[in-house]
Structure formats: C-alpha cells, structure tokens
C-alpha cells in the first residue's frame, strides 16, 4: 500500500482531501506545518481531523523558515516597489519543499493537499492541470512547484466543488464543515499590507511625492509601499476626476498616477520561470494569465535566455511588477514567472 502524507491546514478542503485519500486506498499520515505565532488552533483543529480519520500526526514547528523565506521577501518586494503574491512562494518553499522533505523522512511515497487543481499524465509526461471547479481553480499558485514533483503530489479534490466538499464534511461530522475559508495571505490579519511591514520592519517609510505621467507634482504620498499598480482608493489626493497608480519609482520615492485608460499594455516581461512543460519552440502561442482573477488571454511568448516575453493580442490592464504571469495551453499549467 503506497503512504502519503497530507498536509492538513486545519481547513475543511485538507480534511475532506485526507478522507478522499484514505478511501482510495492510501495508507496516509497527517501533518501540519507551523507557519506563524497564533496559529496553534489550526493545528489543534487538524489533530482533531487526524484522529477523526484515525491516522497518525505531525506538527511541524516551520515559522524560522516561513519568516526568513516568504515574509521577509514579502517585505523586500514592496520596499523595492514590486506586489509580490507570498502564497506562490509558499507553495514551493513550504508546502512542497520542507513538508515534501518530512514526507520523504516519514518514508511517503506521495503528498497530499486540498489544493483544487489537477495533475495527470500524458503521453508519459506528468502536467499540471486546471482544476474541473473553475470557480475554485487554484493552478495559479501551484506553477512553481518543480516539474519533477507532479509524479508524487495528489490532488483528490480535483473534481468537487465547495458546497460538496462542505457536504462531505459534514456527514462525517468534521468540525471544520462550516469553518470559514482562510484568507489569501495568512499573515495579513486585517487586510492593512503596509501596517504589517512596518511593524515586521520597525520603519517609517517616508512620504514622497505623486506625479503625473508627466512628471508634474500632483501631491504628496504616505510611503511608497502603500500602493499597488492600478489603486484608486486610498491615494488620500483629490484631482477632479479618478486618477490610478499607474508606476512606482523607489529611486526617486515617486508614484506616479494616471488615467485608466494609461494602465493597459500589451507586453511584459518576467524572469524566474518555472516550466512545467518544457517550450518546443523559441516563440509560441498560448495563453497567459497576469494575477488570479485575471482571465487567461491570448498571447506570444518569447523565450529569451533568462527572461520570457509576452506579447498579448489585446492590452490588458494594470500588468504589476511582482505578480506571476502563468501560462496555460487550454487547461494545461505551461509554466509561470515573475514580472519584471
């Protein structure tokens, strides 16, 4: 019997995956990953689905490693005007890189998550896939994972939707049946980005000055790490007609604003890729998605040296530094990077 171990957040999508898991046969182990202070009522809610399920558990203590490699790049990243998106990070750093290594230690052949996506094989190559819930898909986060880790990850909840998965839970009488679904970024309590940087930080970050695309003085800004590409709402300036962050320029601690008709582009630029499925040819077509709830859109893409160009066949809105653009072959997960 091959063992797997899931990872259990203490969250009702992991619980019902560790359920699906064992009902296919799979002789699995739960464990959960510590990943802040404050975070011991998910492990105690995971305990709970272990012995439920009867399987043995693990807490794993990883909040040293969570602080040095997502949320201090986390913070990194907005200081050098960049939005960074820490789940994709964490996903390859955490949940598929030290918790995959205590799989191995535990002697497991496979990991398990309640991740909504899928992963099958084709003509002998493992992909990663676009999960059947569409509403729920979570492909986008996962494209950094190694591509020679597919082989060994299950995603039972490829098929189901919310309100199954809630259902399941239920009838076997999980106590996260109705817990509410976490966050994006779990270490953001309040939604506040720039009030958590200064806290981790113990800075100030000082005002500077909103230009417009001119470079004309517009007013005065609060620290530049308060705004993201495309922001209307709290810029704190009053201009007569809706302006946006349209480019941040830490240099010179400027954000420059905009119109919304001046924050569509139809090329970008990204570096750190990952592929998932290696590109045949130097520059093909596809699709390509530039945050999460951004529809997919088509695209050519350029593979040059380090870099990958992407140009779209119509401009799209408010490409940000520091969000990943993931490319997609129907519901194929190509591979992803980093925008520059």
Not at 91 to 99: D, P, S
Not at 175 to 189: G, L, V
Not at 217 to 238: D, P, V
């Amino acid at each position: 019997m091959a063992r797997a171990l899931i990872a259990l957040s203490g969250g009702v999508d992991s619980s019902v995956a560790a359920y699906l898991a064992k009902e296919a046969g799979y002789d699995i182990i739960g464990a959960t990953i510590l990943l802040k202070d404050g975070g011991k009522s998910s492990v105690e809610d995971a305990k709970s689905i272990a012995k439920k399920l009867g399987i043995p558990f693990y807490a794993f203590d990883m909040r040293e490693q969570f602080r040095n490699e997502i949320i201090n790049d986390f913070v990194l990243s907005y200081e050098n005007g960049l939005t960074p998106n820490p789940c994709v990070l964490c996903n390859k750093k955490m949940k598929f890189g030290y918790l995959f290594e205590k799989a191995k230690e535990l002697g497991c052949d496979y990991i398990v998550t309640g991740h909504y996506a899928k992963i099958v094989e084709e003509n002998g190559e493992f992909c990663l896939k676009k999960s059947e819930n569409s509403a729920k898909d979570q492909s986008y986060f996962l494209y950094s994972i190694g591509r020679g880790m597919l082989p060994k990850i299950l995603f039972p909840l490829e098929s189901y939707d919310k309100a199954q998965i809630r259902s399941i839970a239920a009838n076997l009488g999980f106590a996260t049946a109705e817990k509410k679904d976490s966050q994006d970024i779990c270490f953001i309590e309040n939604g506040d980005y720039a009030a958590v940087i200064e806290g981790l930080t113990g800075k100030e970050y000082e005002k500077g000055n909103f230009v417009d695309i001119n470079g004309k003085i517009l007013g005065s800004h609060n620290g530049i790490i308060r705004y993201t590409i495309g922001q209307r709402k709290g810029l704190g300036i009053a201009l007569g007609k809706p302006m946006f962050v349209g480019k941040k320029d830490v240099i010179n601690n400027t954000v420059m604003l905009c119109e919304d008709s001046e924050l569509y582009s139809d090329n970008l630029k990204a570096n750190k890729f990952n592929w998932l499925s290696e590109p045949k040819e130097k520059s093909f077509s596809c699709k390509a998605r530039i945050r999460y709830r951004h529809v997919e859109q088509p695209a050519i893409v350029t593979v040059e040296g380090d870099e990958v160009s992407i140009k779209f066949s119509e401009p799209q809105r408010a490409i940000t530094p520091g969000q990943s653009v993931v490319l997609y072959d129907g519901d194929k997960v190509l591979g992803g990077g980093i925008i520059l």
